[in-house]
């Protein structure tokens, strides 16, 4: 059907015509930045042209799918395809890196090293999204590690080298988890290694060893979108690292671990997935509820947006809790709707600090009066993560919501108790959100300073924070352009828990 390697092609393209960067000239960096622009738009495009004319929406099964012998050793396949649910992440991916390079531009040291590592984090966050082999999985996700790192503790605040720690060993501590899983799955019940998706989703394994199986990835998966007590890494993280950096944390790497959660979890251990499915409810409103109230403790700017998107997380682990098409469909929803509004919301926070150079709330004020653009948009983000109708961020969590209350596992009591409690948190984000712009925006603090004029927002900046405003107004308006390309995907894998 198709014999041309799309996905090997938009995989590997970064990383490798990233490498290239070292040999480029020393003439500056407007090269280097211009060179990096245009591969990430190339990459764009390649997408967005392989998915809409090579990829059929109605058919729920893998597509574009590749399978070349890798490692004869051990039956190592490099295995590509995508489907529904992975074809939204992988598009959100080619967007916010390309917005990512282009906020980049005020980085000047080692550039090109920089550069390198942001097309490096390019290839290996498709990666995940688009393997069909386990072991394949493990890799592209390892991937991902290093150049966060490197970007954390090279161009990172104050305390980078011990965020930066604290980044590695969290995530290095989950993915050895996610390597025994991999590995138990591929070793069980054969002496011949099967890694494959598919053949594994065939497989069914007693109940103790599924368990088994679900807690080391559930760990895995756990520490990278953050799920409490394991998200302690991440407003280090965010608070310390470059704000384009922070785009790609917020927006790509965050929604890596959720989409393990369906991937793996839910398709590849259906019946441990069915018993763990109310804890997963429960640690989801507790994470909704304990981000919002953590989060006016903040002083830093970046961190109290950091915990503002932890508690938007709980929506997710919820939505893939409620064994239900709707929740399902929500989750995935909220998935690329928070990967536009978190990023959106660092790259202003970072921005914000580029003009002022302060990072704590409680110094901050009176900045609209002389940065009205930032302000503009920066409050408009806001509401649109505080889930304004209209807004994608309103349609994911209310179809949460109908999830959790069309769920056919739970009883009545359960499904209104979880509702209510979201509901309190729901309650609850827009007392952060409003208390920051106050902080930020009103007041008088900077406006007496003698240096109060600032420079706002360039047309670069503006560009980008249309283009992450215009998806965000268009899912909330349209929402049915997300849906079109799960709705089957989801319906499959739900077949799994009622059917069998």
């Known amino acids: 059907m198709n014999n041309f390697p799309w996905l090997t092609l938009i995989v590997v393209l970064p990383i490798s015509a990233g490498s290239l960067i070292f040999f480029l000239p020393h003439r500056g960096n407007k090269v280097i930045r211009w060179y990096t622009l245009c591969i990430c738009i190339i990459e764009l495009l390649l997408t967005t042209y392989a998915f809409s004319y090579r990829f059929q929406l109605d058919d729920p099964l893998m597509q574009l799918t590749e399978n070349y012998k890798w490692i004869n050793f051990f039956d190592f396949y490099w295995r590509l395809g995508i489907d529904g649910i992975s074809i939204g992440p992988i598009l959100l991916t080619g967007f916010i890196t390309t917005l990512a390079t ?147 944390l917020a927006g790509i790497l965050l929604k890596m671990g959720a989409y393990g959660l369906i991937r793996i979890n839910m398709e590849l251990l259906p019946h441990a997935h069915s018993i763990f499915s109310p804890w997963l409810m429960i640690v989801g409103t507790i994470q909704i509820i304990y981000a919002a109230l953590t989060s006016p403790g903040q002083r830093n700017l970046k961190k109290r947006i950091a915990y503002s998107s932890v508690s938007h997380m709980g929506f997710i682990i919820i939505g893939i809790g409620s064994i239900s098409d709707t929740g399902l469909n929500g989750t995935i929803l909220q998935i690329i709707s928070h990967g536009f509004i978190g990023a959106a919301l660092f790259f202003l926070a970072g921005t914000s600090y580029d003009r002022i150079r302060l990072v704590y709330l409680d110094e901050m004020g009176g900045m609209a009066i002389s940065i009205p653009k930032i302000f503009t948009t920066f409050s408009i983000l806001s509401m649109a993560s505080l889930a304004l109708p209209g807004m994608s961020g309103f349609v994911a969590e209310l179809i949460v919501f109908f999830g959790i209350l069309t769920s056919q596992k739970y009883l009545l009591m359960t499904k209104i108790l979880i509702t209510f409690v979201m509901a309190i948190g729901m309650i609850l984000t827009p ?70």
């Open 431 to 500: 007392i952060y959100s409003l208390s920051m712009l106050r902080q930020m925006f009103y007041g008088y603090k900077l406006f007496n300073a003698p240096n109060s004029y600032f420079f706002d927002s360039g047309p670069r900046e503006l560009f980008i924070s249309i283009s992450i405003l215009l998806p965000v107004i268009g899912i909330g308006i349209y929402p049915d352009f997300v849906f079109s390309l799960s709705v089957d995907k989801a319906e499959a894998i739900l077949s799994n828990f009622f059917y069998r």
């Open 102 to 248: 282009l906020a980049a531009w005020p980085v000047t040291r080692d550039s090109r090293l920089f550069h390198f590592l942001m097309l490096a984090m390019y290839s290996g966050q498709i990666g995940p999204f688009s393997s069909q082999d386990l072991l394949l999985f493990f890799i592209m996700w390892e991937l991902e590690l290093i150049p966060v790192y490197l970007l954390l503790s090279m161009w990172g605040g104050k305390k980078r080298l011990y965020s930066a720690t604290k980044f590695i060993l969290y995530t290095a501590g989950g993915s050895v988890f996610l390597l025994i899983g991999v590995l138990g799955i591929g070793l069980y019940g054969s002496n011949e290694p099967t890694l494959n998706f598919e053949t594994s989703a065939n497989q069914s394994y007693p109940v103790a060893l599924e368990i088994i199986f679900y807690i080391g990835f559930l760990i895995a998966f756990a520490v990278k979108s953050p799920i409490i007590p394991l998200h302690t890494w991440l407003p280090d993280t965010h608070g310390e690292a470059h704000y384009s950096t922070c785009m790609l």
